[in-house]
């Protein structure tokens, strides 16, 4: 029994913990009737949810998914680096050179300038 009391602690810190942040919201919640729009705080939306955004966030958005993949791709090579050998070290300057020449070209046409 002696190893279940950690796991029994833990249960026991986390339903006290939702328990209380489940007070703290009965008692801290505002009383009466809100005008609840759309979103959950309540507030009216200044634009209609279909407005046209920018192609500057479309950009950034690619960029983190190009970033985002190359993590994805480096974690596995540094498990197996030391194993494969000059092989994969090769291989991997090739990926990283090819994403440089991506962000590169984003540099040059303006999507990292916020101004």
């Not at 505002?30 to 005008?35: C, Q």
């Amino acid at each position: 029994m002696e190893p279940w009391a950690a796991v029994l602690g833990l249960l026991v810190v986390l339903a006290g913990g939702i328990i209380g942040v489940y007070a703290a919201s009965l008692l801290l919640a505002p009383r009466g009737t809100l005008d609840v729009g759309p979103f959950l705080s309540g507030a009216r939306p200044r634009e209609h949810a279909l407005s046209r955004f920018h192609v500057r966030w479309y950009a950034v958005t690619l960029l983190f998914l190009a970033f985002d993949m190359e993590m994805v791709f480096m974690y596995p090579w540094a498990v197996v680096v030391a194993e494969v050998g000059a092989g994969a070290l090769v291989e991997m300057f090739a990926f990283l050179g090819l994403l440089m020449v991506g962000v590169v070209y984003a540099w040059r046409e303006g999507a990292l300038r916020w101004a």
